[in-house]
């Protein structure tokens, strides 16, 4: 599923804080961890498109740089949204 705005508000309600608390590391991630759903969806059924797997494991770096910034600077901020969105780490 694409994000719409109504879709991208409501999870920057629910994981950020706010609607418009966009720059939330929390409402970030969960973005991020959205659309690399999304997109693990579409690559497996096209598995040759290289151009949306690259942008998968852009992703994928994106949200890791994230969590690692949590997990170094606001510990309880980090287990909180690993619990959340159900993230292995």
């Not at 740089?65 to 287990?79: A, D, P």
């Amino acid at each position: 599923m694409i994000a719409t705005k109504e879709v991208k508000q409501e999870i920057f309600k629910t994981h950020g804080g706010s609607a418009t608390n966009t720059g939330s590391a929390e409402g970030q991630i969960a973005l991020f961890t959205q659309r690399i759903d999304h997109l693990t969806e579409h690559l497996k059924a096209n598995k040759k498109d290289h151009r949306t797997e690259n942008a998968l494991l852009s992703l994928v770096g994106k949200r890791k740089q994230l969590l690692g910034y949590l997990k170094t600077h606001e510990i309880e901020r980090y287990r909180a949204i690993i619990a959340k969105l159900g993230l292995r780490k």
